[in-house]
């Protein structure tokens, strides 16, 4: 799975019996929307990426001005499967 260059404004994944593959590039300067199930100091994630027996292997990259907006919030977790995260550079 190939995801464009353009930003995705959010995604979140959960896929419990399958690998999770692809490149994605998140735009930091949308805010998170809706609230979290529990009160937390930590802010919704940008993006999140989730499986339970399987690995996940992204190019992970962001989009807009870093000045405005430094970093995006990534949550990947897999039960027991490998996680592998390249960071990529998104080229204008």
Not at 29 to 45: E, F, Q, Y
Not at 80 to 87: A, E, H, Q, R, W
Request: charge should be positive; include cysteine.
């Amino acid at each position: 799975m190939v995801c464009p260059a353009l930003p995705r404004s959010y995604f979140h994944s959960l896929i419990p019996s399958y690998n999770v593959p692809g490149t994605f590039y998140i735009d930091p300067l949308v805010p998170a929307i809706g609230k979290g199930k529990h009160k937390s100091k930590r802010p919704l994630p940008h993006a999140s990426f989730r499986t339970r027996n399987n690995k996940i292997e992204l190019d992970l990259g962001t989009t807009g001005d870093v000045y405005k907006a430094p970093k995006a919030n990534v949550s990947v977790s897999s039960k027991s499967g490998d996680i592998k995260i390249n960071i990529v550079c998104h080229q204008i």
